[in-house]
């Protein structure tokens, strides 16, 4: 599998999806103007690596300061492909980090980890 | 539960192509349910997620905006604080040569008020006649390099030192020309043209008419009418009634008659200033 690296944009995150270090991590903003176009080729990654990869440890990194809420429901589905692979039998480790004095992006957060309740899921203060 | 999933599942239910036991139509409505109201959380969560983004950049507006605000404020006292620096450091230098020729600091006051009065009615913009009200006190700094004894002395001048005391116009355009601030330009102009008469038998190039620049036309008069007004070394302060004839006889001789008439029309408005900014110990102006 290849890696596929996006980098960022004044409206959109830093994305690195890495199978040889097994980590995924997306650092930075997210208002798309399209949303659902802008990530289909991540959440396509992530359902092949999920399927390709063995179902050792990986690592998933959101640092995300602010984003829309087309954002946030896009999300929600990101989350839903690793729940999946997480039911499958893969190790993941999902960490949400947050600056401390971003109040928004913890309570964002901490409605991340509420939803996902089977995952591995850590909100890391910055 | 997947999105694609649930919905393909259900859809293959409601299609007939999966058919369900009644204990499996339960579990399966279960889960339908279960999903419904996860999905029912998230769907508030999204929307709370646009509240938060909505709150923090009303905060950052609010906070922008006080800030700009903040500097707006700053910037206009620092900027006062200038101009007004720039005015006092003009209306010293501008005493400097005054006082060089024992005037008093109420003559460039003086003739920094009928300057503005003049330029207003001649219809010079607000912004030039106040730049031209704080530039004429600077008229006769070029007088700082004119010697005392030349300046005070109080018997009649021979032909050169009177060549020597009109060389105040040039040094005092040499001293200021090389400045690009508006004020200082208009100084520069004051200095060197306020001397120059109507009829072309001024000093020091000789210009005649409207060669002569409306500032420095306008500064002559002002100037000539405080300085007959006031008691100087070389002799006492006129009469109105004489100040007055010379001006009627002087137009388009050594002034420009347009703003003669200007002068005479708004003649109480000059006597106002004359009286406001009287000299202490020069009362014989009437
Ligand atoms: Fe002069
Ligand atoms: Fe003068």
Redesign the interface.
Known sequence: MDTLHIEATKFTPDILLDPEERLIRLVGKSYPENTFDFYAPVLEWLQNYFEIESSEDTTIELEILYFNSSSSKLFFDLFDIVEDAHNRGHKIEVKWIYDVENESAEEAGEDYKDDFEMLNFHLVEK | ???VDLLGALEEFVTGKTELSKDGLQDFAEVLLKEFK?KN??LE??????D??Q??LDRYKTELEERVDEAVKEIKVLNNEIVETQKEILFTMGAIGETRSKETGNHVKRVAYYSYILAKKWGLSEESAKILRDASPMHDIGKVAIPDTILNKPGPLTANEFKIIQEHAEIGYDLLKHSKRPLLQTASIVAHEHHEKWDGSGYPRGLKGEEIHIYGRITAIADVFDALGSDRVYKQAWKLDRILTLFREDSGKHFDPELVDIFFDNLDEFLKIRSNFRDETNDSSY
């Not at chain 2, 969560?45 to 646009?50: A, E, G, W, Y």
Request: aromatic share 0%.
């Open positions: 539960m997947r999105e996860r959380r998230r969560r999204i929307l709370k997620q646009s938060r983004q709150i923090e």
